[in-house]
């Protein structure tokens, strides 16, 4: 009896002895780490990147999908989230104002996210029982000075809970998940915030990542960036303007351009109220650009200017950015700044974490914190993200078989060595019985 899996599936493959699991055929791969742009098939197995090449064979693998005009890239990787959700806390961003991971990343072609600071060294259990441990995205953390966590000025302007050893001691406890501290929000003149998460960073031997909070003039942006933070701190919320990332003559302020001459890493975040057009053109044309582009997704930012990775992403286009430069800057760039190097690349043996996108022409509008807007006419989609090797999004079916090949009756349309989508509806071996 044929199959109802794929009528077109051999039987050597029926019975797992495929070569790959499977092939992505025919799109432009861009692999920032590796330096390729070009078009070439991307094959997995078990989870990893097993083959890239010009051409591989399609009698190899179980699956194959046709990305002919297509971007084939690594899985986007978003160090600026906020999804410390389900505690039920109204207003806070460990609680209401985040937004669970799974229902917001796969759709624009994000596998990698890093939490900032949603909590701290107090209640980092509780959010990684709740939400890391339970996401099929990968949840990372920068894990807040403040140790209850990113919870409204009661808790983050209380200079008496931000304590370096205990923070410190959580992140070398979950050393695996938490990539870096976090600072953010302090309306106080003090450099007590930065300092004790930069004492916690050199501890754990993490980065720190600043949100500098309300402007003082007793602790000015220049001295941030160029004595406070180490090489590989981050800067994030480069483009807001809130903190005189230009100066009144409309030039990028020299303590940036020092600050990453030291090694300070500079982060978008554009969040709900981070990132203004009459900032980033200047910085842009001055040749300021963003070491890497980070959404600081909320439940505000997504239904304002920021939207999603992509939306932000094709913004940098309509910048000057070439497609190359905002995919480095959304895949190997962060997952360097985090120090997880085998995340964002399509190295053999790497984990197959992949976003296949289209890059639509058009004429589109996109808005800053401000409602200020600025057209454009290139914009990614997602066609398809794969994470570690299995397909969870997929928005034209282009891995899907059309249902009039299929013979009557069909029910299983996926396997689960490539289908994370239907996983109780597929089954290479129930199929291969038939």
Not at 90 to 114: C, E, H, I, K, Q
Not at 130 to 157: C, H, P, Q, W, Y
Not at 226 to 247: A, F, M, N, Q, V
Request: one cysteine or more; charged letters at 25%; hydrophobic letters at 40%.
């Amino acid at each position: 009896m044929v199959s109802a899996l794929m009528v077109s599936t051999t039987s050597s493959r029926l019975y797992g002895q495929a070569r790959y699991d499977l092939l992505i055929h025919g799109g432009r791969v861009i692999d920032p780490r590796s330096g390729v742009s070009a078009i070439r098939d991307v094959a997995i197995q078990g989870g990893k990147i097993a083959a890239v090449a010009p051409r591989l064979d399609a009698k190899d693998a179980l699956k194959t999908v046709n990305a002919a005009g297509l971007y084939v890239t690594p899985g986007l990787v978003d160090i600026h989230v906020h999804v410390y959700a389900g505690t039920g806390e109204r207003g806070s961003y460990a609680g209401d104002n985040s937004l669970y991971p799974d229902g917001f990343m796969f759709r624009v072609g994000v596998t990698t996210v890093a939490d900032a600071g949603c909590s701290g060294w107090r209640n980092f259990e509780d959010f990684k029982q709740r939400v890391i441990d339970r996401s099929k995205t990968r949840v990372l953390a920068f894990l807040n000075i403040v140790g209850n966590g990113m919870r409204g000025a009661k808790f983050e302007d209380d200079l008496t809970d931000m304590e370096a050893a205990p923070a410190a001691d959580m992140a070398k406890r979950y050393k695996d998940t938490i990539v870096g501290i976090k600072t953010a929000h302090y309306a106080g003149p003090e450099w007590t915030p930065v300092e004790h998460a930069v004492e916690a960073g050199t501890i754990a031997r993490i980065p720190v990542m600043v949100d500098f909070g309300t402007d003082h003039p007793e602790r000015p942006l220049y001295d941030l960036l160029t004595k406070k933070l180490r090489p590989g701190d981050i800067y994030t919320h480069c483009y807001s303007g809130l903190r005189h990332e230009l100066t009144d003559a409309g030039q990028v302020n020299p303590g940036m351009i020092e600050g990453r001459k030291r090694g300070v890493i500079f982060d978008v975040g554009h969040g709900g109220g981070s990132f203004a057009w009459r900032v980033a053109v200047p910085a842009i044309r001055q040749g300021f650009l963003p070491d890497s582009i980070s959404t600081d997704l909320h439940i505000g930012s997504m239904n304002t200017g920021m939207k999603d990775m992509l939306n932000l992403m094709s913004k940098f286009l309509a910048l000057g950015l070439s497609v190359e430069d905002v995919i480095l800057r959304s895949t190997w760039n962060p997952a360097r700044e985090i120090h997880h190097e085998e995340l964002g690349n399509l190295s053999v043996g790497s984990e197959a974490d992949v976003a296949v996108l289209r890059l639509e022409t058009g004429r589109f509008g996109f808005t800053d914190m401000y409602g200020a807007r600025m057209d454009g006419s290139r914009k990614f989609t997602c066609e398809l993200t794969i994470r570690a090797g299995k397909v969870v999004y997929d928005l034209n079916g282009i891995s899907r078989p059309e249902w009039t090949t299929l013979p009557a009756g069909y029910t299983a349309v996926g396997d689960p060595a490539w289908d994370a989508l239907n996983p109780n509806r597929a089954g290479r071996g129930a199929a291969a019985k038939k």
